[in-house]
């Protein structure tokens, strides 16, 4: 009996009616379909390495970017908190020179955010992801205005302490002096699309309604754990209900593809990729997982690692929202700063702290999870062939296709990650 056969069983068994041959001229539908994933898999992860430290060595001019721009912007952060505290500082040259040298690097590295932030969000259009296409338009907007204000007030400071007089940058310092809510407001204002988007996303997290639980792995993961276990099952759950798996329904490379940027959207790029392998590696092998116990197992670890990659992003989650709640707080501590001038330099310092925080976390999301991070890296979306259009009709009755012999797998196939057939198999992150 062939992997066709074991189809025609789920077919049978899900009860739909007989459908006509198949749409493709070579191999069986169970072969075109687990081709169709292979083919996006494969494509998307060539996406993916041109963009991940792990494959390409050399780092790209955005990491540089941003992780630098974090480490200046939180110098310049850390040393407006000093001298609010202690504000004889002022007069010291050493200090201003210092940390009007973080403030001009800082401006000009977030006018360079600003740019990376227009191209992520035109790749995001691309993608159809236009929610997040907005969100990075405005980031960028908003980063190219806070560069500005650091860059002329860094300008502004250093001039005042090399006793240089120049008329519009003293005019400016002079304005920033008397109304300090101004850089607040204005990470405020960046601050308030990230907000909407992580308060929504941890939202649906902590009430179990974001797209990592609508798949239901725990469920698909006890069905590989009962020995009465049948493919008819596992087509039945909602792990394949997402797909469009379904009896009489036919599957097309562009189809799968918007679900891939649909799961990249909810869940990140690492998570669509495994969510991905698991449907293929279940296809690939679906009569010998009935069969061999070493088969199962190797499925349970696949859902396992999908469910690992799925709570990653949901920790990064709540930690951008600990970012954004610190660019919230600064606001309001600034405008307090108005209503204590007895206090105000305490006040200032508060809202410089807050404001460290919100710039000092993002350092490590930038250099540790860049696919995830607030300018995230945007995975381009996957090229399908205009000519050569690849789709799968699962249908409710397939004749018996031509199917080779096969290995059966070792205990030791399966630890390796092998699979039955290779030309087949995922690319593994």
């Not at 992520?120 to 907007?141: F, M």
């Not at 500005?148 to 519009?168: D, F, R």
Request: glycine fraction near 4%.
């Amino acid at each position: 009996m062939g992997y066709t056969d074991a189809l025609t069983d789920v077919s049978k068994t899900l009860g739909a009616a007989p459908a006509a041959t198949l749409p493709v001229k070579t191999g069986s539908s169970l072969d075109t379909l687990t081709s169709l994933f292979d083919q996006v898999i494969r494509k998307k992860t060539e996406n993916f390495k041109l963009l991940d430290r792990k494959w390409n060595s050399n780092w790209k001019f955005d990491d540089h970017v941003l992780i630098f721009g974090d480490v200046f912007s939180a110098g310049y952060l850390a040393f407006s908190t000093l001298t609010a505290v202690q504000p004889a500082l002022n007069a010291v040259s050493s200090i201003a020179i210092i940390g009007g040298g973080f403030g001009l690097v800082a401006g000009v590295i977030n006018i360079l955010v600003g740019l990376i932030c227009f191209k992520e969000a035109s790749q995001s259009l691309i993608n159809k992801n236009y929610t997040q296409a907005l969100r990075l338009y405005l980031d960028a907007v908003f980063s190219i205005l806070i560069g500005g204000v650091m860059l002329l007030s860094s300008i502004a400071s250093m001039a005042a302490v090399a006793g240089v007089n120049i008329g519009v940058f003293a005019s400016f310092a002079a304005f920033l002096t008397a109304n300090p809510w101004i850089l607040p407001v204005l990470f405020l204002i960046i601050t308030l699309p990230i907000l909407v988007e992580v308060v929504a996303r941890t939202a649906k997290i902590t009430l179990g309604r974001d797209q990592g639980a609508k798949l239901k792995l725990d469920e698909l993961k006890e069905l590989f754990e009962k020995t009465d276990l049948t493919a008819a099952t596992i087509f039945r759950s909602e792990f394949f209900k997402y797909f469009n798996i379904q009896a009489d329904s036919v599957l097309t490379e562009e189809a799968l593809s918007a679900k891939m940027e649909d799961l990249q959207a909810k869940i990140g790029v690492r998570a669509a990729l495994k969510a991905f392998e698991t449907v293929h590696i279940i296809l690939a092998n679906q009569k010998q997982f009935l069969q061999d116990p070493f088969c199962k197992q190797a499925i349970t670890q696949k859902i396992e690692l999908l469910q690992s990659e799925i709570k990653r992003w949901n920790i990064i989650q709540f930690i951008r929202l600990a970012q954004q709640l610190f660019f919230l707080a600064a606001c309001p501590v600034s405008l307090a700063a108005t209503l204590l001038p007895n206090v105000s330099h305490l006040v200032n310092a508060a809202e410089n702290l807050a404001l460290f925080m919100a710039n000092f976390i993002p350092f490590f999301l930038d250099l540790l999870t860049p696919f995830e991070r607030n300018t995230l890296k945007v995975v381009a979306k996957i090229e399908c062939d205009p000519v050569k259009k690849l789709s799968a009709h699962i249908p409710a009755n397939v004749p018996a296709g031509r199917q080779g012999p096969r290995r059966r797998l070792t205990e030791q196939d399966w630890r390796d990650g092998r699979s039955p057939s290779p030309e087949l198999a995922a690319s593994r992150l």
